[in-house]
């Protein structure tokens, strides 16, 4: 065996490819995708920063936002995930040697996302069983209680958190075990019953009296808040909402692009998937704001209207209450469980390929829970730490709680890093690498502006996204 062929031998050995892990169906891919951007920042985040940053004219930033920076990104990352056939490791390593590092970015990135995520998800399993109690009169639920009461007594109580929490985890590792079948099954069955549950309590949302305010709220434009340097505060989060709610640069779409059959459509792909996301997102925003203003409620952002703010207006809704917080959390449940199992496949993927690599017999099996055991150990902090609520547990960075800390190290640094070098090495080092693997589905038409955008504006961008993440984290104050 001569140099040449021992190189290639090498290589062979080295880099594995997927042959058993792919998507049956196209619609598979596209619901698993799309179920794994749809997320609980759609639900509490989008609407809220809709109405505070200006209304329609923060909508119009977004959708611009999404067009320019969201598609390149996202159609870089299946492509380069298709080509490599291989997670985001190998398949960086594969594009460029040097650029190996960012494939560990995103592998690592979703191990601090999912271990707050579980524990949301497991606030959402909480509520949902709760209203299904109510409904059924059979004790152990809201029982009418004030519902900021309810919420500060559950997750104080530290034991029944970190349980609802495990549950959750529980579930997304069950799926993930059973690799791109398990999640493609749960994907083409939750996502459409999820749409059809959004439009149901969007109509009912928006026939309540006075809900009218709330649409208002989050469409009428306010060009108010772009005076002086409120314009970068309104751009930093209407990209900050593009950018985490399409799950970009955690693993995820990389490891979902290896799946896929060389003969779908990567450009048609690719903009489907911010299409159904942000069609998800303002239905969330149609449920949520008009009931908020329907009840004379006040809105605001994370875990508050989510756990608090909204089962505030199921309490009010009389008998009918149970029944459309049930329902709405059982919404909320299908969204925030499509995107675990995304966050978990992003690292599982490229670790399977690590330990093949390695010629280590582990497995899907073996890796899935090891991550579900790091998961579980996270999830068990934060669950504790009650939000900041539990002064016997101490934290790090000023900050006050440690969702924050772990949020920090995912949507505050890998996550914006990792956007950026995948611009710069598509975008100005291996431009064309890329190329035939798009072209093999389609005539690649959006080819120039696919450059263009990697080459000028999503590093720009990026950097300014990491700046601004930074800057909110450790209240900077630049701007």
Not at 30 to 54: C, D, E, H, Q, R
Not at 56 to 65: E, G, N, P, S, V
Not at 376 to 392: E, F, K, Q, V, Y
Request: with cysteine; aromatic share 16%; hydrophobic share 50%.
């Amino acid at each position: 065996m001569d140099k040449n062929e021992k190189n290639a031998a090498l290589k062979t050995e080295q880099t594995p490819v997927k042959g058993v892990d792919k998507f049956k169906t196209n619609f598979g891919f596209l619901m698993a995708a799309v179920g794994s951007a749809v997320g609980l920042g759609n639900i509490w985040g989008f609407p809220f920063k809709t109405g505070k940053g200006g209304g329609f004219a923060f909508l119009l930033i977004y959708l611009i936002l999404v067009v320019l920076v969201g598609y390149p990104i996202l159609l870089g990352e299946i492509s380069l995930g298709r080509k490599s056939g291989k997670g985001a490791i190998f398949a960086y390593r594969d594009a460029d040697k040097r650029f190996t590092f960012n494939g560990w970015f995103a592998a690592l990135a979703p191990v601090f996302l999912i271990c707050f995520y579980v524990t949301l998800g497991g606030y959402v399993c909480k509520y949902m069983v709760a209203n299904l109690m109510d409904l059924l009169g059979l004790g152990w639920g809201v029982g009418g209680r004030e519902s900021g009461e309810f919420f500060g007594s559950f997750i104080s109580s530290g034991t029944e958190a970190v349980l609802f929490g495990f549950i959750f985890l529980a579930l997304t590792t069950f799926i993930v075990l059973h690799g791109t079948g398990g999640i493609e099954k749960f994907a083409t069955t939750a996502m459409p019953a999820l749409y059809v549950i959004l439009i149901i309590l969007a109509i009912r949302s928006l026939t309540l009296p006075g809900a009218m305010k709330g649409v208002e709220y989050m469409f009428k434009p306010n060009w108010e808040v772009f005076k002086g340097s409120g314009w970068i505060t309104v751009l930093a989060s209407a990209g900050g909402q593009m950018f985490f709610s399409l799950s970009l640069s955690s693993g995820c779409m990389i490891s979902y692009g290896s799946y896929l059959d060389k003969n779908e459509n990567l450009e048609k792909n690719a903009r489907l998937i911010p299409i159904y996301d942000t069609s998800a997102a303002l239905l969330a925003a149609l449920v949520v704001l008009p009931a908020v203003f329907a009840y004379g409620l006040e809105p605001g952002g994370g875990p508050g209207l989510l756990f608090v703010t909204l089962q505030t207006v199921f309490n009010k809704m009389g008998v009918w209450g149970s029944l459309f917080g049930f329902v709405f959390y059982f919404l909320v449940f299908i969204a925030a469980l499509t995107s675990s199992m995304g966050m978990m496949e992003g690292t599982v993927s490229p670790m399977k390929d690590l330990m093949e690599a390695k010629g280590i017999a582990l497995g899907r099996t073996g890796i899935t829970l090891i991550f579900t055991a790091i998961a579980a150990a996270g999830s068990t902090l934060i669950s504790l730490d009650a939000l900041g609520g539990n002064p016997a547990i101490k934290h790090i960075f000023g900050f006050g709680d440690w969702l924050t800390t772990f949020d920090l190290f995912a949507e505050g640094f890998l996550m914006p890093v990792g956007a950026f070098f995948l611009a710069i090495l598509f975008g100005w080092i291996k431009t064309a690498w890329l190329d035939e693997e798009i072209q093999l589905s389609s005539e690649f038409r959006n080819k120039a502006f696919f450059h263009f955008t990697l080459k000028w504006i999503v590093p720009l961008f990026m950097a300014f996204v990491l700046i601004g993440q930074l800057n909110d984290f450790f209240a900077w104050g630049l701007f």
